[in-house]
């Protein structure tokens, strides 16, 4: 049996979920699974490819839903999606205590990996919201509905189907530019593009090519508005930028000086 | 439409609104099905949050501040002069949609100071609803007014297209309320209520044998009182709080800390402090009520009318049951482990389901997220390791404010040494 070897995947959950596979399948005990952008060479131990196979990562991935309760399999994926490092070996550990323990194991806060991905799917989650509220859309010349946002954690593939439901009758792109792609609604479905972004389109542009000619009436109706509704007299700062933390005041064009 | 203008009506509309604190956008079940725009039915979204830390979830805005009545209170009252403006319907739908189009709100909240009579008031908040569900496809949040003396028919019209639907109590009691408004009594509130209340009901009843039966007011009723501009206690305050979620089936009441507006000598002068604390000490309460299984009257009585305002409201009633602990996190049901001061109610469920793993020791409640400072002197767990000292109440609260900094503690020396 090897002892140490070193698994670099090409970054994506379903890679993430065909070393899985191969570590169970060729009963690998001592690993660390990486991902190829991340990968840093260890001494003393063997470093392999794994392939990424959408078959194999579909039964891994099947496995693990029967093994897990809802809420368990959700907290796993949000979890790979932290992009922590070395959050696969955390979710490795997370499966092979899940699948050899009877009773779903996701509520074993005593466990300190479950703990851990319960904490970490719990940061993930809280990400996906706050970009959910705080995507601002700018409405360009030729009638799409845009944004940019850096979150923190991969949240792109989880907040795709709340803002598909919700502006179902207008098309949008929302574009991660930290992880350089975005999802684009045409009216119909919701595709993940990328896209070549010259540097003027990025954040609150004001530029009067691009964006239609109401859009900065209404950004400063908005911002107005922001305003108007604060009482003076209650002000609390500390509060207002634990709720809205500094680094997503760029995006937030009501927070524009 | 001319921005100018809106601009200024939206200035005066906004600030006039801002003393209603509701800004909630849940409880709603309201889905976007023909690809029209919006949807309600997930949870709640704070879009945005002002300078004084409250949510932005909602546009909230009075349709007009121009009002007939004169309630000593109110900023939009008969005799204060301030600029007034109105909206026309058309101009609240355009907003609505095109600040939801950009993903600045949760939907709309619409209030009005009462002109010509209270019908038609209600009529054009009604008509700016009708307006975005039916010609503008709009399935986001709307939250209406119920204006005290509109009309049965109107009422139940409202319910049709808002989500929720609320009626402001404001003063606590009926003697506050007849020093401060005398035009307006108590029953005026109500008769909406009750109303809405006996529709929501009605509506159900006819979903579970009709299912195309419409929905109504789905986020249900809600109401507010304002704290501390009369002298009413905590205990008075909490106790009309019960009897409106009791009788009513309200969703929420809020707590709003009066901010001086006027230099009227019935109320607090302009200038003086904003009772914040009190305010969230009252919320913490109604929570108790909610969610952690109390009953108000354990919390506030007769011989105990007031809340502390340097302890939460669950470590002042542990203080005073002494009796009822320690209690052992590895044995006790629900209902007494969400009664220990520093567990939360999600604390509450990680224990239970914690504890069929293993006995739980000082070191996993420390992980699962518990405040040790206050649980410690209320709790016993897998270790030998807990407090064997006859403690008295005063001793163990004094031993938690050494160790714990309030938010509140600037405000705290300031307020308490008001009382001293």
Redesign the interface.
């Known amino acids: 049996m090897l002892t140490n070897s070193n698994l670099i995947y090409d970054g994506t959950f379903d890679g993430f979920l065909s070393t899985i596979f191969h570590v169970y399948k060729y009963k690998l005990d001592k690993v660390k699974i990486q991902s190829e952008f991340r990968s840093q060479n260890q001494l003393f131990a063997e470093t392999q490819h794994v392939e990424t196979d959408v078959i194999k990562a579909e039964r891994v991935w099947k496995g693990i839903k029967s093994k897990a309760s809802r809420s368990g399999y959700i907290q796993l994926y949000y979890t790979f999606l932290s992009e922590e490092l070395g959050v696969e070996n955390l979710l490795l550990d997370y499966i092979r205590y899940m699948f050899n323990t009877k009773i779903y194991i996701d509520k074993n806060y005593t466990n300190p990996s479950v703990l851990k991905v319960s904490k970490l799917a719990k940061s993930v989650g809280r990400e996906k919201h706050r970009m959910e509220a705080f995507v601002r859309f700018k409405l360009t010349k030729d009638n799409i509905y845009f944004a940019n946002i850096e979150p923190d954690f991969n949240v792109l593939p989880l907040i795709s189907k709340h803002f598909t439901k919700r502006y179902a009758d207008q098309s949008w792109v929302i574009y991660d530019l930290k992880r350089k792609y975005g999802l684009y609604y045409d009216l119909c479905k919701t595709e993940i593009i990328t896209m070549n972004l010259s540097a003027d389109l990025t954040v609150l542009s004001k530029d009067e090519a691009v964006f239609a000619t109401e859009e900065m009436d209404f950004q400063k109706l908005w911002k107005n508005y922001f305003k108007s509704t604060n009482i003076e007299s209650r002000k609390n700062m500390k509060l207002h930028t634990r709720h809205v933390p500094k680094r997503y005041w760029k995006y937030l064009s009501e927070k524009q000086p | 439409m001319s921005?100018e203008r809106?601009?200024e009506k939206?200035?005066?509309l906004?600030?006039a609104?801002?003393?209603d604190v509701s800004c909630s956008s849940s409880g709603s079940t309201r889905?976007?099905k023909s690809?029209?725009?919006?949807?309600s039915s997930?949870m709640g979204?704070?879009?945005?949050?002002?300078?004084?830390?409250?949510?932005?979830s909602l546009?909230?805005i009075l349709l007009t501040n121009h009002c007939i009545f004169d309630c000593a209170y109110c900023v939009t009252r008969k005799s204060n002069d301030i600029k007034r403006a109105a909206f026309k319907v058309q101009e609240v739908v355009e907003?609505t949609i095109?600040?939801y189009?950009?993903?600045?709100i949760e939907g709309l909240f619409l209030s009005s100071g009462i002109f010509k009579n209270p019908d038609y008031t209600m009529e054009r908040l009604v008509a700016v609803a009708k307006k975005l569900r039916l010609e503008e496809?709009f399935n986001g949040y709307i939250h209406l007014k119920s204006i005290p003396g509109a009309s049965d028919e109107l009422m139940r019209e409202a319910g049709l297209y808002a989500d929720r639907l609320s009626v402001n109590i404001e003063i606590p009691t009926k003697k506050g309320l007849k020093l401060l408004a005398p035009d307006k009594k108590r029953e005026d509130f109500i008769k909406p209520m009750e109303k809405v209340k006996n529709e929501i009901i009605q509506y159900k009843n006819e979903k579970k044998i009709i299912k195309s039966t419409p929905k109504y007011a789905p986020g249900g009723q809600s109401t507010q009182m304002i704290i501390g501009a009369t002298g009413e206690n905590d205990y008075q305050i909490m106790h009309t709080s019960k009897f409106f979620y009791k009788k009513f089936n309200l969703k929420r009441v809020y707590y709003s800390?009066y901010?001086?507006i006027s230099y009227d000598s019935r109320l607090p002068q302009i200038g003086s402090q904003?009772p914040?604390l009190r305010e969230n000490r009252l919320y913490q309460t109604d929570w108790l009520m909610r969610f952690y299984g109390f009953d108000v009257s354990e919390i506030l009585n007769e011989n105990n009318q007031n809340l502390d305002l340097d302890i939460d409201p669950k470590l002042g009633w542990a203080l005073r049951n002494l009796h009822e602990f320690p209690i052992d996190v590895n044995t006790a049901d629900k209902r007494m482990l969400s009664r220990i001061p520093g567990v939360g109610m999600k604390s509450v469920y990680?224990i239970l389901?914690?504890r069929r793993?293993?006995q739980?020791n000082w070191d996993?409640l420390k992980?699962?997220g518990i405040s040790l400072n206050r649980a410690q002197y209320f709790l016993t767990c897998n270790s030998k390791l807990f407090e064997k000292r006859d403690l008295s109440p005063a001793t163990i609260k004094s031993l938690i404010l050494q160790n714990s900094s309030s938010?509140y503690q600037k405000t705290l020396s300031n307020q308490l040494s008001l009382f001293g």
């Open positions: 921005f809106i601009k939206l200035n005066i906004a600030d609104a801002k003393y889905s976007n690809k029209g725009l919006g949807d997930g979204i704070c879009h945005s949050y002002t300078e004084d830390g409250r949510c932005v546009l909230k907003l095109n600040f189009r950009r993903n600045y496809n800390g901010v001086p904003v914040m990680k389901h914690a793993f293993r739980l996993h992980r699962i938010k």
